[in-house]
């Protein structure tokens, strides 16, 4: 079943463009795809996530914060093929 991973973002945050690169470059190969939010554009994400970004979650669930968190990432690719 394929799945979709959001990645909440900003505009001009290297570490999100880097995050975006990298979970794209590892489900490239997989029914998945992604997501990014610009939480700049909602005035609710802006107050839920502030400046914590960037953020990749599986619905409600977090995957990683920040930079990505590749074992976390692969047992999330493991589970969900």
């Given at each position: 079943?394929?799945?979709?991973?959001?990645?909440?973002t900003?505009?001009?945050?290297?570490?999100?463009?880097?995050?975006?690169?990298?979970?794209?470059?590892?489900?490239?190969?997989?029914?998945?795809?992604?997501?990014?939010?610009?939480?700049?554009?909602?005035?609710?994400?802006?107050?839920?996530?502030?400046?914590?970004?960037?953020?990749?979650?599986?619905?409600?669930?977090?995957?990683?914060?920040?930079?990505?968190?590749?074992?976390?990432?692969?047992?999330?690719?493991?589970l969900?093929?």
């Amino acid at each position: 079943m394929s799945r979709t991973l959001t990645l909440y973002t900003r505009a001009d945050c290297p570490l999100c463009e880097e995050m975006a690169a990298k979970v794209g470059a590892l489900i490239v190969d997989t029914r998945h795809r992604l997501a990014p939010v610009d939480v700049d554009a909602d005035p609710s994400l802006k107050a839920d996530f502030g400046w914590d970004v960037p953020l990749l979650f599986d619905g409600g669930t977090e995957i990683c914060r920040h930079q990505l968190n590749l074992p976390a990432l692969q047992e999330w690719l493991r589970l969900n093929p």
